[in-house]
């Protein structure tokens, strides 16, 4: 038998599986390629690969010419094959032709549920928009009920887009499936809903948050996506470089203090806090987590969920794991006096503490515990370093092109950047399929870190405010997020817009 080690999408013939179930294909490890004369090309893993494309060949009128390939290439290309093939707007025209009214009073008792079939087409639809929303690497899709109709839309690189606008009369049955799969009570809508889902999604393995809530036009759904496989990034890999990077490592390399990660929400600081657990995690270290919710799990590590409703606060957890012997502990985010004394104290007792706050940079996390009625001596004894950070878009490498900025753009540029150098080139995303025409593909962080040298701490003694701590610290070295930013701009990683849009600058260009 010829053999494969590789299956590329212009090797397979798309048409060729649209009656071929996906289960039929995963079951037997094959996979239809194309028509070639009177013979149908199939890779297969072994023989029961080859009955099974036997079976489709016969369907075709054509001779089975199987080709040998590893299990694990035929898979890939399985998950990546028919996650193209389901289109969420081609599963909507589907059911449009179908009885609307039907499909609307299919989940309205428990034991009508029974009797539905994984081919009803509510299924399918919340099927492709999953399909959909990981294909597109969206980290959220937004079901949300309107007077006359239904917006769906998915959150890809922190920007929502509409992608699919179905009518009111399934609206019941869409958030019914919701909740049956993330075992809510589906009869209850009068009450917010939380639940989790874990589903195998194109072969990935993906955690949902779902949370739904009641508003006047009925119940509206927000399901946040999280890749189990790609979640847990190293420091490089979320975009520390350089000074900042090693500074940062040294931070963690300390056997006891406060390191805070700050950000508006959505900012990352979860993330880089998993990337820190992960570098300290080894076999000779306790490590202790609180978190709400515990989005990754990590081996090796303690991970606390945090319930407030029976009382589990992140204070009332932070106690506990002190009686836990640990050597790092990691709380999810201060968001009290109480649990920013048990931070500080611990610290101070001997463990290296690892945190969030929400404020807009490094310095302002500094007069934000103080505010919380830390004092200020306890602050600056216990405090390593603060690292402030926002998200901004990579410019797509498929469609990037240089360009030379304009005199307004160079001010920019060198209002941040010492080197004034005029014949920079920037670079810009022209827009493609990849990026569906947005010229950007991913995230990347910029920084900004403060370290607490003997400088900055007689001055948080001395109650100093946060704008004249930055000044401090800008005379000895410290970057802000805009400059941080505009250095990846020179490099072309992203552009000057994005840096601005994400550190409250003028985005007008």
Do not use: W
Not at 111 to 126: F, M, V, Y
Not at 157 to 179: C, E, F, H
Not at 237 to 248: C, D, P, Q, R, T
Not at 480 to 485: D, R
């Amino acid at each position: 038998m010829e053999t494969i080690d590789q299956i590329k999408d212009g090797d397979i013939e798309p048409s060729l599986l649209k009656d071929i179930p996906l289960s039929l294909v995963k079951g037997n490890v094959f996979l239809p390629l194309r028509r070639e004369n009177d013979k149908l090309l199939g890779a297969v893993a072994d023989s029961q690969g080859i009955y099974a494309l036997i079976d489709i060949a016969r369907r075709y009128n054509l001779k089975p010419h199987p080709l040998q390939a590893p299990s694990g290439v035929i898979l890939d290309a399985i998950n990546r094959i028919y996650s193209q093939t389901s289109s969420v707007s081609d599963v909507m025209g589907e059911i449009k032709g179908e009885d609307l009214s039907m499909i609307a009073t299919e989940f309205e008792s428990p034991k009508d549920i029974l009797g539905i079939t994984e081919e009803a087409p509510i299924i399918r639809l919340l099927n492709a928009l999953l399909m959909e929303a990981v294909k597109e690497r969206a980290s959220d899709i937004h079901i949300e009920p309107y007077e006359n109709g239904i917006d769906v839309r998915l959150r890809v690189d922190g920007n929502l887009r509409k992608v699919l606008n179905p009518p009111k009369i399934i609206q019941d049955a869409l958030i019914s499936r919701i909740k049956i799969i993330a075992g809510l009570d589906i009869a209850e809508k009068r009450l917010p809903h939380d639940g989790k889902i874990r589903l195998l999604i194109g072969g990935k393995d993906i955690d949902i948050r779902v949370s739904i809530v009641p508003t006047v036009f009925g119940e509206r759904a927000v399901l946040r996506l999280l890749d189990r496989q790609t979640g847990l990034l190293s420091l490089e890999m979320i975009g520390l470089e350089g000074s900042i990077l090693n500074k940062f490592k040294d931070f963690l390399s300390r056997p006891t203090g406060i390191i805070l990660v700050t950000g508006p929400t959505g900012s990352g600081k979860t993330t880089t806090l998993y990337a820190s657990l992960l570098r300290l995690n080894t076999e000779e270290r306790n490590i202790i987590t609180a978190e709400d919710p515990v989005e990754y799990q990590i081996k090796g590590i303690g991970q606390i969920q945090i319930s407030p409703k029976i009382g589990l606060t992140f204070a009332s957890c932070l106690r506990s794991i002190l009686r836990q012997d640990p050597d790092v502990m990691m709380v999810g985010e201060i968001r009290d006096t109480e649990t920013a004394e048990i931070a500080v104290h611990a610290s101070l007792t001997g463990h290296l503490v690892l945190s969030t706050l929400h404020t807009n940079d490094a310095p302002g996390a500094l007069t934000r515990l103080i505010d919380m009625g830390i004092e200020p001596f306890l602050v600056a004894s216990s405090l390593i370093g603060v690292l402030a950070q926002r998200l901004v878009r990579i410019i797509c490498p498929h469609c990037k092109e240089s360009y030379t900025p304009t005199a307004e753009e160079l001010i920019y540029i060198e209002n941040e950047i010492s080197d004034k150098n005029t014949k920079i080139l920037l670079y810009r995303g022209k827009g493609c399929e990849k990026c569906l025409g947005k010229g950007y593909l991913g995230r990347t962080g910029i920084f900004e870190l403060l370290e607490i040298t003997p400088e900055v701490r007689s001055m948080i003694v001395e109650r100093k405010d946060a704008q004249s701590i930055k000044a401090a610290a800008m005379r000895n070295g410290f970057k802000t997020l805009k400059t941080t930013g505009m250095e990846k701009v020179i490099k072309g990683i992203t552009t000057i817009e994005e840096v601005l849009r994400v550190t409250h600058g003028d985005s007008e260009i």
